[in-house]
């Protein structure tokens, strides 16, 4: 399908996927480009020769010389896509779907700038069926999908839509090369009427119907010597390469052309006859290219959404503000922000119906921020209501035309609605929505979003910002009572169990109300049914319901999550359905990627995490590679690992893979651990159910400092004390990761200032440590000095400065005078010496210790911040008022910069630097200081 043509790879210099064959000058360039033209090459093939003919008295390359296609569309970009189709030797281990993902993801990379222009594709043999996956990946992912939006033109060369009857040579070929690296992956689908490809161009039939993608099947009237190309039987081995039944979908325009399979992408010059019908295909496609577009994108129209109840405090808020009488100094823009299927659409929808009820003489325009090519769409149709001059011709800047004429004071009254502007980079990037946002006095915008970082960069006030939650209970009940009669609710806990499991979800609530009054059965039997069984749960979700209230063509969030079964997913998906099932026992929020059991093939990650977004199973956060879980599916995820008996197994799974990427701990790795720590919290709840307690230890012991870190006392109290009793039971009492375990318990119980119980615990894993490791060991020193802070904190100074005492010889000794452990035994020392009235031999120590902590670790860290506090408090306390004042707001500043405004040491520092105040007799700057503390503290 193709000859194999070209060097080894090795022997390749790395060409970029996409590259540009004409313009190829700045002035080219210039021109204005309407069109872009991708050609992809078939089986075998090489970029370059594919598309060239060298039988004449000239080499022709028809996509790239300027008296060949350049001449008949003058004003596209040519391009081809460069991937690797070799079968027969050194081959990459790839497949269709594979090649077809590239292109999209390499396009979508290419044309950042320009991914509303339309988009040709060429595609011969095989690379008509690349093109036909890629629109297919695109069409599944929402980041993607206006790729075939954007399509306007296919041209199918000889594209073997039902296989090939080479597919045996290939075959064949492909097992006799095996040991020169042939794979056959690429040509597995190519067997004649094989269901898998049938069933893919099955789906694209349908694509290309709803879109209405003009598309063009060029064939081959001449045999091929297809046996000499594949380098066996020379002669021996003519016929069709791609018969004429399978080069066309029945329906679809078809063109012959005297040519075999191997010529039929290369024309000798303008007069060929085959390059004259292919490019007059071409041309016609691009000529026709916006009125493609604008036939398939149809301006939003919505209705009134007549069974719209509650959310009254928000629909007064928003009348308060949006009618453009309200404020006459300014346009003023408002933004309603909520998680997707809260309502934001709906209560939107409801104030447009309501300020075109109460203010008749001011326009309300609704456009979708959903893509550029829709919003667009949009203005084109508003400037049509308005009348604005040009807004038809060809080459008019509709987005300019709009936002000027919207901005003239003529325009009089209006209301523009922004729906759905959650993409930052659509609304705010170059040549984004915003700067396409008209600005007048007599004007007002309303945002809807489900991204607050939409609201804060657009720099709407947080007067301006209203946040929309769940729906009260009452509202819940009233919008589930929509169409049901009073018998079908008259289980009033049924109906609240019901609306809890719903989540009070609007979109959710609405589906469940209709199905109930299609079928008559009341909230109690669909409470029985959803917790029935997870497919029929999947099912009842999955039920399309009428509204007029929402876009045409755009079905209910939670349908859509529903549409594709766990089992579906599992037969086709399979490790799409692993992560689904390890994602559902973390927290629902910001799933890192790097916690997901990891693969080799990066590609089959990517595709198992599209698979789950295009599923609407997850959503990727603004952040990449971050992602949430919806409620209800992570539910009944958990739900059905319980019921398949793989509720056990996953679990173990979840904590040994958590107590494998969990770090220890430390202020230089406070990123990960931070992000890390929500999940481990929320699977360490099951640590009942896992057969690996050892792990489960390992990894509540590294939450219980994390939570000691962050000053959650109590919180890491509860860690230690079940990792301690976890390695009680698997490790033993001598163990070293069981002292370790019985000292953190013991630090953290200090730290509550429960000094009794510290004390004996430090005391016995002192004991023990140094019967097991000895004396000298990092362990046994670090008992000792926790055991001194104990005693310190009973009062017990002698007893405590004699240990560190102790504690420092040996680790002078064996550690060096400046190393972190000495110098923070040291530190501990002098912070006694405070407690003791010792100032003067705590300020030396101090001074000593935080210069070099800086030095080491920085100004942020949380040794050389605990040094400094020590020293700051001994000059205080020796009168050095100014001094110690001046210490005190440095380390509180870095404290709240590097712990948080609210961490017990931040707050600490604020009593240290008010009382240095207080000592000033500065009162009232130290009031205002306590003041703030108390706030921090009761959270407000």
């Known amino acids: 399908?193709?000859?194999?043509?070209?060097?080894?790879?090795?022997?390749?210099?790395?060409?970029?996927?996409?590259?540009?064959?004409?313009?190829?000058?700045?002035?080219?360039?210039?021109?204005?480009?309407?069109?872009?033209?991708?050609?992809?090459?078939?089986?075998?093939?090489?970029?370059?020769s594919s598309w060239t003919y060298k039988g004449g008295p000239r080499t022709v390359h028809w996509l790239r010389d300027r008296d060949m296609l350049p001449a008949i569309v003058p004003n596209a970009r040519i391009m081809v896509y460069n991937y690797e189709s070799k079968w027969q030797a050194n081959a990459p281990r790839t497949r269709l779907e594979l090649c077809g993902e590239e292109l999209v993801n390499s396009l979508h990379s290419f044309r950042k700038d320009t991914r509303d222009r339309p988009i040709i594709f060429i595609g011969h043999s095989l690379g008509g069926l690349v093109i036909t996956h890629a629109l297919l990946f695109a069409d599944r992912n929402e980041d993607l999908k206006y790729l075939p939006e954007c399509t306007v033109g296919f041209a199918a060369l000889g594209t073997p839509f039902r296989g090939t009857t080479m597919h045996r040579l290939a075959d064949l070929v492909a097992w006799l090369m095996t040991p020169a690296g042939s794979h056959k992956g690429i040509v597995r689908d190519l067997k004649p009427d094989d269901q898998h490809l049938r069933d893919k161009v099955h789906i694209f039939c349908q694509l290309r119907e709803r879109l209405a993608i003009p598309v063009c099947c060029l064939f081959e009237l001449l045999e091929s010597d297809y046996g000499k190309k594949a380098g066996l039987w020379g002669g021996m081995t003519r016929g069709m390469v791609v018969k004429e039944e399978s080069a066309h979908i029945p329906g679809w325009p078809r063109y012959a052309l005297q040519a075999d399979h191997f010529t039929l992408n290369k024309f000798s010059g303008p007069d060929d006859r085959s390059f004259l019908t292919v490019s007059e295909?071409?041309?016609?496609?691009?000529?026709?290219?916006?009125?493609?577009?604008?036939?398939?994108?149809?301006?939003?129209?919505?209705?009134?959404?007549?069974?719209?109840?509650?959310?009254?405090?928000?629909?007064?808020?928003?009348?308060?503000?949006?009618?453009?009488?309200?404020?006459?100094d300014s346009c003023q823009w408002t933004a309603i922000e909520g998680l997707g299927g809260i309502g934001k659409t709906q209560i939107a929808l409801m104030a447009a119906f309501r300020v075109h009820d109460d203010y008749p003489d001011c326009s309300v325009f609704w456009v979708p921020a959903t893509s550029a090519t829709n919003f667009e769409n949009s203005y084109r149709e508003i400037g049509r209501q308005i009348a604005v001059d040009g807004i038809d011709k060809g080459n008019a800047d509709i987005k300019t035309l709009v936002k000027t004429k919207l901005s003239q004071e003529s325009a009089g009254d209006w209301l523009l609605i922004v729906d759905n502007a959650d993409d930052t980079e659509l609304?705010?990037?170059?040549?984004?929505?915003?700067?396409?946002?008209?600005?007048?006095?007599?004007?007002s915008i309303l945002f809807t979003t489900r991204n607050h970082q939409v609201t804060t960069r657009l720099g709407i006030q947080k007067q301006g910002t209203i946040a929309i939650t769940e729906m009260s209970r009452a509202e819940s009940i009233d919008l589930l009572a929509q169409g049901l009669e009073e018998n079908q609710m008259d289980d009033a806990d049924g109906t609240d169990v019901l609306l809890d499991f719903l989540a009070d979800l609007p979109l959710a609530i609405k589906q469940a109300s209709a199905y109930m009054a299609e079928v008559r059965i009341s909230t109690t039997k669909y409470l029985e049914l959803c917790k029935a069984s997870n497919e029929t749960m999947i099912k009842l979700l999955s039920k399309d319901f009428e509204d007029r209230g929402r876009y045409e063509g755009i079905r209910n969030?939670?349908?859509?999550?529903?549409?594709?079964?766990?089992?579906?997913?599992?037969?086709?998906?399979?490790?799409?359905?692993?992560?689904?099932?390890?994602?559902?026992?973390?927290?629902q929020k910001a799933i890192p990627a790097s916690l997901l059991p990891p693969r080799e093939d990066e590609l089959e990650v990517v595709d198992a995490i599209g698979t789950l977004k295009a599923y609407t199973f997850i959503a990727e956060q603004q952040e990449r590679d971050i992602f949430d879980i919806h409620r209800l599916v992570r539910l009944a995820m958990q739900n059905w690992l319980r019921e398949k008996g793989e509720w056990e197994e996953w679990v173990t799974k979840v904590i040994q893979r958590l107590a494998e990427e969990f770090p220890y701990p430390k202020h230089e790795n406070r990123g990960i651990w931070m992000k890390y720590l929500p999940h481990a919290q929320n699977v360490i709840e099951y640590w009942d159910d896992t057969v690996d307690k050892e792990a489960a230890g390992e990894l509540s012991y590294n939450m219980g400092e994390g939570y000691h870190r962050l000053g959650r006392y109590q919180d890491a109290e509860k860690r230690n004390r079940l990792t301690l009793e976890l390695r009680l039971k698997v490790l033993g009492k001598e163990h070293p990761q069981t002292l370790t375990s019985m000292s953190n318990l013991a630090r953290g119980l200090n730290r509550q200032g429960k000094y009794e119980e510290s004390g004996r615990m430090h005391k016995e894993t002192m004991e023990l440590s140094e019967k097991v490791l000895g004396k000298e060991h990092p362990e046994t020193l670090t008992s000792m000095e926790n055991l001194a802070r104990a005693l310190t904190g009973q009062r017990k100074y002698k007893e405590a400065e004699k240990i560190y005492q102790q504690t420092l010889k040996i680790l002078e000794k064996v550690r060096g005078k400046e190393h972190s452990q000495t110098l923070t035994v040291m530190n501990n020392l002098a912070h006694m010496f405070n407690e003791q009235g010792k100032y003067g031999e705590a300020e030396r120590i101090c001074k000593r210790t935080a210069k070099i902590f800086e030095e080491h670790l920085g100004k942020e860290h949380t040794r050389t911040l605990g040094s400094m506090n020590n020293l700051a408090y001994a000059l205080r306390n020796q009168g050095k008022y100014e001094e110690a004042e001046k210490i005190f707001r440095q380390t509180l500043e870095l404290k709240e910069k590097s712990l948080g405004k609210n961490h017990p040491s931040t707050l600490g520092g604020m009593n240290n630097l008010a009382r240095a105040l207080q000592s000033q007799g500065r009162h009232d700057e130290a009031n205002q200081v306590l003041e703030e503390r108390k706030k921090r503290e009761s959270g407000e």
């Open 1 to 48: 399908m193709g000859p194999h043509e070209g060097t080894r790879r090795n022997e390749q210099p790395s060409r970029p996927p996409i590259e540009v064959l004409y313009p190829v000058t700045a002035d080219e360039t210039a021109r204005s480009i309407e069109v872009d033209i991708v050609a992809v090459h078939g089986l075998g093939a090489n970029v370059d």
């Open 557 to 587: 969030p939670i349908a859509t999550t529903w549409l594709v079964s766990f089992e579906q997913i599992l037969k086709s998906a399979p490790l799409a359905a692993e992560y689904l099932r390890f994602m559902c026992l973390l927290a």
């Open 427 to 443: 609304l705010l990037g170059d040549n984004g929505i915003k700067a396409y946002l008209p600005s007048s006095r007599r004007g």
């Open 281 to 328: 295909r071409i041309r016609v496609m691009c000529a026709d290219s916006k009125n493609v577009i604008r036939k398939r994108q149809k301006n939003v129209q919505l209705d009134r959404n007549e069974s719209f109840v509650g959310r009254g405090a928000v629909l007064d808020q928003l009348l308060g503000r949006i009618p453009p009488s309200k404020n006459r």
